[in-house]
T-cell receptor
């Protein structure tokens, strides 16, 4: 399968714990995006990388959130001191320029 | 704040019928309007897209109609099939946005009855 992959697919954590998600984009895609999707809503943009550079961050990305793409390949999204409001589906997408973005299956986070 | 509104929230259509989903935007600085289809447990997948200089685009059973003056665009699914049952999102790309991230509508859950 050469699509965007995300791990884990599901994560249940207790409030206050830290969590980290991983996204592996389609090979040779230099652009990588993180979105958050809550139940009954469309995806909301969080942040965007071109190669290893983080070029844009949404106001939704509080200081508890950090994203990295150290070698311009896979990316990680870490949430520190999780809150119940962080419960959502976290989607990763990638492309090689142009408008079409290829989404992964997402990581569903539940904070109890 | 740039917004994209979408209606209806849910839609039930008989097999073979026409499904129509409408979207409206409030900011003229958008330059690309895609529709995404999302099945449960999957990420969104691009279905069809249009640029504002075109009034209609058709791909198979799927058609986008775009009304620039009204700031509205809609998705028509002809001969709807049970396999079309999914959530559909319209989206808009802000012009001059280097990152090319989208503003999404809240989604329409479509159920096509056999």
């Amino acid at each position: 399968d050469t699509g965007v992959s995300q791990n884990p697919r599901h994560k249940i954590t207790k409030r206050g714990q830290n969590v980290t998600f991983r996204c592996d984009p389609i090979s040779e895609h230099n652009r990588l995006y993180w979105y958050r999707q809550t139940l009954g809503q469309g995806p909301e943009f969080l942040t965007y990388f071109q190669n290893e550079a983080q070029l844009e961050k949404s106001r939704l990305l509080s200081d508890r959130f950090s994203a990295e793409r150290p070698k311009g390949s896979f990316s990680t999204l870490e949430i520190q001191r999780t809150e119940q409001g962080d419960s959502a589906m976290y989607l990763c997408a990638s492309n090689a320029g142009g408008y079409e973005q290829y989404f992964g299956p997402g990581t569903r986070l539940t904070v109890t | 704040q740039q917004q994209v509104k979408q209606s209806p929230q849910s839609l039930i259509v008989q097999k073979g019928g026409i499904s129509i989903i409408n979207c409206a935007y409030e900011n003229t600085a958008f330059d690309y309007f895609p529709w995404y289809q999302q099945f449960p447990g999957k990420g969104p997948a691009l279905l069809i897209a249009i640029r504002p200089d075109v009034s209609e685009k058709k791909e198979g059973r799927f058609t986008i109609s775009f009304n620039k003056s009204a700031k509205q665009f809609s998705l028509h699914i002809m001969d709807s099939q049970p396999g079309d049952s999914a959530t559909y999102f319209c989206a808009a790309h802000p012009r001059d946005n280097y990152g090319q991230n989208f503003v999404f509508g809240p989604g329409t859950r479509l159920s096509v009855l056999p």
